[in-house]
């Protein structure tokens, strides 16, 4: 079955710190991999998606992803966190398969 | 444009009874998915619609799970009877084909 993982459960940053969350996929054909935000009280929003093409994808809020096809991942990084990015970050892949969530905390 | 959503957003009720839960999804989506989330664990799968169809439905739990989006427009989940383990979030989101989904805001289920 294709599956995503996310090892990072509860990450804490001060802010101005540098984020990667780590997320990583085990299934081959099409990749489609996705990063969804939930901010507290808030709906999941997408935040960037992979189809194809560049594999350095650009999403809302400063955020970008990078798909390393030879590591089978599809981290999320921000170079500089700020206190309003504290939320629950998820990755999701092809069929929509959710990782276990990042819960990110950025102190002020 | 409305957003999905979902009815109710909170439902208590007691073990063995019956609960509907309904998803509006986006005027035009095909696509219509429902999740659930138990407290502090992943979120999963349960099935997927296009339209009226269950496009994959193997996430679904157990028998007691019956989903149902007739005229291919809002979709029902109906738990009966309801167990203790089926408490948590139940989310539901819609997409055109091969596009972003959009969630809704979730129902919280507690049975106790």
Known sequence: AQSVSQHNHHVILSEAA???????????GTVNLFWYVQYPGQHLQLLLKYFSGDPLV?????????????KFSFNLRKPSVQWSDTAEYFCAGNDMRFGAGTRLTVKP | EAGVTQFPSHSVIEKGQTVTLRCD??????????YRRVMGKEIKFLLHFVKESKQDE????????????TGGTYSTLKVQPAELEDSGVYFCASSTLGETQYFGPGTRLLVL
């Open chain 2, 25 to 34: 999804p986006i005027s035009g989506h095909d696509n219509l998915y429902w």
């Open chain 1, 58 to 70: 650009k999403g809302i809020k400063g955020f970008e992803a990078e798909f390393i096809k030879s």
């Open chain 1, 18 to 28: 540098s984020l990667e969350l780590g997320c990583n996929y085990s299934y081959g």
């Open chain 2, 58 to 69: 193997s996430g679904m739990p157990n028998n007691r799970f019956l989903a149902e989006r």
